[in-house]
T-cell receptor, first 116, second 114 residues
Framework: AQKVTQAQTEISVVEKEDVTLDCVYE???????LFWYKQPPSGELVFLIR??????QNEISGRYSWNFQKSTSSFNFTITASQVVDSAVYFCALSTPTGGGNKLTFGTGTQLKVEL | DSGVTQTPKHLITATGQRVTLRCSPR?????VYWYQQSLDQGLQFLIQYYNGEERAKGNILERFSAQQFPDLHSELNLSSLELGDSALYFC?????????????FGPGTRLTVL
């Protein structure tokens, strides 16, 4: 069975601080895909990044960066120089080919609050 | 804007009633997914359709059913509603059904059962 754990329920930082959101996943599949989504207070789910299991290259997009480590089954997300607009709930999710479909298994989310 | 549309945005109804939630996928996407987000269960996968056929099923109650029509829009039907069905229901779409396909989510329908 697939499982995603986001141990940090809530994180509060002051603007311009760096913050890392942790994500640990479990799967027996050798091929899998990892995702991060952002849910701002307005409620929609916004796609941020997708990573596949055979590509451990870290990725940077502006102030966002992702660290994928298969050895520790982790896919952590760092926001550099956080801003108030980054305040949201962030979800890590896992997808595997098992079962023939493409369902996402989500973690419980991390609420990030960025204050002035 | 993801390109996925959902109607209605809000729905308030009573226990025992039946409602239909509607979703239009992004242009060109063949796969549609339904998810439920509630405080106690978090984000849970309900069901997936690909080009009109059911592809995968999650923890979907027997009181719930879905279908995807020839024009690729999808409907989620919830019947004999209970207080615990109050949640945010998301539809998502992707071009194909493989695990690598990114799912883009609609704005959701907030269902309140009184």
């Amino acid at each position: 069975a697939q499982k995603v754990t986001q141990a940090q329920t809530e994180i509060s930082v002051v603007e311009k601080e760096d913050v890392t959101l942790d994500c640990v996943y479990e799967t027996r599949d050798t091929t899998y895909y990892l995702f991060w989504y952002k849910q701002p207070p307005s409620g929609e789910l916004v796609f941020l990044i997708r990573r596949n299991s055979f590509d451990e290259q870290n990725e940077i997009s502006g102030r966002y960066s992702w660290n994928f480590q298969k050895s520790t089954s982790s896919f952590n997300f760092t926001i550099t120089a956080s801003q108030v607009v980054d305040s949201a709930v962030y979800f890590c999710a896992l997808s595997t080919p098992t079962g023939g479909g493409n369902k996402l298994t989500f973690g419980t989310g991390t609420q990030l609050k960025v204050e002035l | 804007d993801s390109g996925v549309t959902q109607t209605p945005k809000h729905l308030i109804t009573a226990t025992g009633q039946r409602v239909t939630l509607r979703c239009s996928p992004r242009s060109g996407d063949l796969s549609v997914y339904w998810y439920q987000q509630s405080l106690d269960q978090g984000l849970q996968f309900l069901i997936q359709y690909y080009n009109g056929e059911e592809r995968a099923k999650g923890n979907i109650l027997e009181r719930f059913s879905a279908q995807q029509f020839p024009d690729l829009h999808s409907e989620l039907n919830l019947s004999s509603l209970e207080l615990g069905d109050s949640a945010l229901y998301f539809c998502a779409s992707s071009p194909r059904t493989s695990g690598s396909a990114t799912q883009y989510f609609g704005p959701g329908t907030r269902l309140t059962v009184l």
